[in-house]
């Protein structure tokens, strides 16, 4: 119509299912208004579609369909007809509306997440979801790329990887009224990929662990994978080999060569060949190099796996045996003689070109024992009688016979010939060699014909010559057998040489290591008196001094293995030492692991540390929990053992004799013969870094030798370990172990002379004795020590490092300076002895030695001991007068006394004043020595210091106690401040004692001479 606009017109083709929708809308006579229009919406979308269209959505949250904004409609006519997987969240509340592609992610929840709320249908992923509303409503894009999120799958967490792109749908006043998510589930993909990067690294630790070059090469002749091999031939990790092209990895020269190769490779064909390959480091080296066409599905030529054997040392040895066969034949000419080899039963095989030149035969003429036909007739049945005897015997063979050469002549021969013997033992072939001796012969019957008076020579050099065969037959024998020997003596010398080595650098490090400890320790003492009250303060000092400890017990393990600790050892029954650490062991185990103890019945005793063997068994109880990942058995076994002289002679450092054995045995992963070899040496250790120190093994191979023991560990990968100690067996009853009351400690005024190079060390010592009210002197070493002691300047006591820097050491200045004050005391102290006092493990007689790091009160008790020692030996000899006194308890007028004192002044001149007072005394210098006159003599009294070699002076008064019921016990030490007399039922003698204070104690009363000068 005129003045009208018209509009364009336009033919739009519905598709086949909107098509098939408005037809059914239409055929149902439904069609009068735009209600039934909108209740035919959406038009298709599959089954989701569907349902949308069949849902009364009155109620819903979105309200009736007629009411839903186009926009709303627009974007969920194109959710739902969407392949990709969508679902549009409308509202704030995020109502849901989705597609069939979508209803994989949703579940089992379907269909009735469809219309409900994001925070009803994933509960579990609200938090996310409310963010990203939040962040659409703010008119926000966001996208992620494989992004894990947990979702609900039939009632268990499951996490799935999406992309996810996420897009604010606006309303028509520019309002965001919903946001649309588009999924892509990568879950497979990622798994996929996952499992082919699991693949790549198995594969790359299969071919690290082959001493072959492993690589692969594509059809650009660029590096896909290569094994770590690559490094040592041209310098280049893995990662850098792969993506770089052939020729930049393995050089020009080295590509020019196998450039033809590869490319017939590429074409299909399998490459095998010797070449030889310019190395990273310049040489020409031979390899067998394979390059094997990989085909892709379709049969083409992908690339080509590489493969590369070194056989340079291989050639190189065939090329030595080459020579070293041709130099034999050599030299087997030169002498005239005809080489030839049989195989094991004696029969001649193969090709023999030496004896073809001597008799003309051919290979088939001669096979089998075909070479006797050219042998004289007489001497074949008597050649092949003894060939077969020698066969038989596997024994050399010695024989002469006559042989026809290739000129028909014939001529005599020597035969010799030895079995070559395999790796078995078995014969492998004969090798043997024809001399002609056909003038020796000749001039021999000449000689005998012409000059009897020569017969005696000549059976003289007859017996010579047998001689010199029997020589010859043996020569080579015992040529390989002094050979091993000597291999075997240098391998024990260059252990030896080794354990020596790490012991002297365990021994230095422990030095240094004790005197850093005895810094922090003696400052972490001293510290504790300034914050006296302050508990957060004084827990901090505390577990400061107890990292002290951690490291005293690392430096101890240092020396144990390097076999320079000086021991404590006591006789331990070990069945009951085992069931006492049960409750420790699975402490220390965890309860996965179960724990079996087998004791052998009439179990000996052992005269060992109880410390280190409680460490010993604790360190291979943890090794065996971690080689079994906390999982498994641990078999604890004891038994008596018997190593006789064939054991002895096959280990070193084993005397035959009888031990107590004890076995550790796990059902962990094993170990293979290489890390065996290496497993007690220090700082050796399989657990991951961080995990262990790798000195336990080390400290008990080294405690159990230093103990005279022995150590053996048997090990398969995959089916556990056992390591079995060896420990000496005693003939002497258990020791007892009494725990000392420590009383309180006290210093005194005397005067100390320090001698310590180490500054740090000497001034923490100067502190710690000052603080104890001692006069202290201090000197940087020897030498400057022995210039203040001939000053003059009163001394009472030297306390010296034993490892002193200069020529003058700790032993000699001790001598010394008591050549010049005799009354001096001297006490030594060191992290590590250096065998300068200690021998054979244990202190040297009549020495007082307190190791480092040493504690405030340790330091304390030990000077107040050596002090009252000192004025022991000083006071006995005075022949001080017994003050009249009655005993509670009257000892017999001739009583039997034990007198235990290491110190050998004291002793003596104690026992004098004993036998003067008419008394029978017997001396000891240890608890061993102690115990063995308890077992063989009636005693009355026992008088014993503490601080004893081994074993406590409280120690034996318990076991003597219990040996001999009704004993009186007195101890007599310048430390009874420690000791609870009543409660150990003993008596105390302080040190230093007169001869009345020592009569008194013991109920005896004193001798006429001595009340006769007291009288006087």
Not at 98 to 127: C, K, M, Q
Not at 418 to 423: A, G, I, K, Y
Not at 775 to 780: C, D, E, G, H
Request: proline share 5%; with cysteine; aromatic share 6%.
């Amino acid at each position: 119509m005129p003045g009208m606009t018209q509009r364009p017109s336009r033919n739009v083709s519905p598709t086949p299912e909107r098509e098939s929708v408005i037809t059914e809308v239409l055929a149902s006579g439904s069609a009068g208004d735009t209600g039934d229009l909108v209740r035919a919406w959406p038009i298709g979308g599959g089954a989701t579609g569907a349902l949308i269209r069949a849902r009364d959505w009155d109620r819903s949250a979105l309200g009736p369909l007629a009411d839903w904004s186009p926009q709303l409609r627009t974007t969920v006519a194109n959710v739902v007809n969407s392949p990709v997987p969508k679902v549009l969240m409308w509202g704030r509340e995020g109502v849901m509306l989705y597609n069939d592609a979508y209803r994989a992610i949703v579940g089992a929840r379907h269909p009735g997440a469809l219309g409900e709320t994001a925070a009803s249908v994933f509960p579990e992923l609200w938090d996310w979801n409310r963010t990203i509303l939040e962040r659409g409503f703010a008119g926000e894009i966001v996208s992620y790329r494989d992004q894990p999120l947990t979702l609900l799958r039939d009632g268990a967490p499951a996490e799935l990887i999406f992309d996810l792109f996420y897009t604010p749908v606006y309303a028509v006043d520019g309002s965001v009224g919903g946001v649309l998510c588009t999924v892509i589930d990568n879950t497979g993909r990622v798994e996929l990929e996952r499992q082919v990067a699991d693949s790549e690294a198995e594969l790359r630790t299969v071919t690290d662990a082959l001493p072959l070059l492993v690589s692969f090469i594509d059809r650009d002749h660029v590096f896909r994978f290569a094994n770590r091999y690559y490094l040592d031939w041209f310098g280049l990790t893995p990662e850098q080999v792969v993506g770089r092209h052939a020729r930049d990895v393995i050089g020009a020269e080295n590509y020019a060569q196998r450039r033809a190769l590869m490319d017939r490779a590429l074409a299909g064909e399998t490459i095998v060949s010797d070449s030889a390959i310019r190395h990273g480091d310049g040489s020409l080296r031979r390899a067998d190099v394979r390059y094997l066409p990989r085909r892709a599905a379709d049969g083409s030529v992908a690339g080509f796996q590489v493969i590369v054997l070194d056989i340079e040392d291989r050639v190189r040895r065939e090329e030595a045996l080459h020579a070293s066969n041709a130099r034999f034949r050599a030299a087997m000419e030169a002498m005239h003689g005809v080489l030839w080899t049989n195989d094991a039963q004696g029969r001649m095989v193969g090709e023999q070109p030496g004896w073809s030149l001597l008799t003309g035969q051919r290979m088939e003429d001669y096979q089998g024992h075909g070479w006797s036909a050219a042998v004289h007739p007489d001497d074949v049945a008597p050649t092949l009688a003894a060939w077969e005897q020698a066969v038989a015997a596997k024994s050399t063979f010695v024989f002469e016979h006559r042989v026809r050469r290739h000129c028909g002549a014939w001529r005599t021969f020597a035969i010799r010939a030895v079995p070559r013997l395999d790796e078995k033992g078995a014969i492998a072939e004969w090798v043997g060699v024809h001399t002609d001796i056909t003038h020796q012969r000749a001039a021999e019957a000449a000689l005998r014909d012409h000059a009897g008076q020569l017969e005696r020579q000549v059976r003289h050099r007859e017996r010579a010559e047998e001689q010199l065969r029997q020589l010859n037959e043996t020569l080579e024998t015992r040529v390989i057998d002094e050979i091993a020997t000597r291999r075997a003596a240098e391998a024990k010398l260059a252990q030896a040489q080794k354990m020596e080595t790490v012991g002297k650098l365990t021994g230095g490090v422990a030095h240094d290591f004790n005197n850093l400890l005895q810094v922090v320790s003696g400052n972490l003492q001293l510290l504790q008196k300034d914050i006296a009250g302050n508990a957060r303060a004084e827990t901090r000092v505390a577990n400061a001094l107890a990292g002290v400890g951690r490291g005293s017990r690392l430096a101890a393990q240092l020396l144990a293995f390097g076999r320079r600790q000086a021991l404590e050892p006591k006789t331990v029954n070990v069945t009951r030492f085992v069931r006492g650490m049960d409750d420790m062991l699975r402490r220390a185990i965890g309860e996965g692991i179960e724990i079996e103890t087998i004791f052998g019945g009439g179990l000996w005793n052992t005269f060992i540390d109880p410390g280190q063997i409680e460490n010993a068994l604790l360190n291979l109880a943890i090794n065996a929990r971690d080689a079994m990942e906390g999982e498994g058995k641990l078999t604890i076994e004891l038994s008596n053992a018997h190593l006789d002289d064939d054991y002895a002679r096959r280990h070193d450092e084993v005397s035959p004799g009888q031990y107590v054995m004890l076995a550790v045995s796990d059902t962990g992963s094993g170990m293979t013969p290489e890390i065996m070899e290496k497993v007690f040496e220090p700082f050796f250790s399989t657990k991951a870094e961080g995990k262990g120190s790798g000195l336990g093994l080390s400290m008990v191979y080294g405690f159990v030798k230093q103990s005279g023991g022995h150590v053996n560990i048997y090990s398969e990968p995959g089916h556990g370990t056992t390591i079995r100690l060896y420990l000496p067996r005693a003939l002497e009853s258990e020791d007892v172990e009494v725990a000392v009351d420590t009383g309180p400690i006290t210093g005194g005024s005397e005067t100390v002379l320090v001698v310590e190079d180490d500054d740090e060390v000497r001034a923490t010592v100067v502190e710690l004795l000052a603080d104890l009210g001692y006069r202290v002197l201090k000197a940087v070493d020897a030498q400057s020590a022995l210039s203040v002691v001939e000053s003059g300047i009163p001394i009472d006591l030297l306390f010296t490092d034993v490892v002193m820097p200069g020529s003058l050491k700790s032993p000699e200045l001790a001598r010394k300076a008591r050549e010049r004050l005799p009354e001096l005391a001297v006490l030594f102290t060191s992290g590590y002895t250096e065998n300068s006092i200690v021998h054979g493990g244990r202190l040297d007689p009549g020495l007082e030695l307190l190791s480092k790091p040493y504690t405030r009160e340790a330091l304390a008790r030990k000077i107040r001991h050596v002090l009252a020692n000192q004025r022991q030996r000083a006071a006995l000899p005075t022949r001080a007068v017994p003050l009249a006194s009655t005993a509670p308890t009257a000892t017999p007028p001739r009583a039997t006394i034990l007198l235990v004192e290491d110190d050998a002044l004291i002793r003596s001149a104690t026992a004098e004043v004993l036998q003067e007072a008419g008394q029978v005394v017997i001396e000891a210098a240890s608890a061993e020595e102690a115990m063995a006159a308890l077992q063989t003599v009636p005693i009355d009294v026992l008088i014993t210091d503490i601080h004893l070699p081994g074993t406590s002076g409280l120690a034996l008064a318990a076991r003597a106690a219990a040996l001999r019921p009704g004993i009186r016990v007195v101890v007599a030490s310048g430390d009874t401040g420690s000791v609870d007399a009543a409660a150990a039922g003993v008596r105390l003698l302080p040190k230093p004692y007169g001869a009345a204070d020592l009569l008194r104690v013991i109920g005896t009363p004193p001798p006429r001479a001595l009340v006769a000068e007291r009288d006087a």
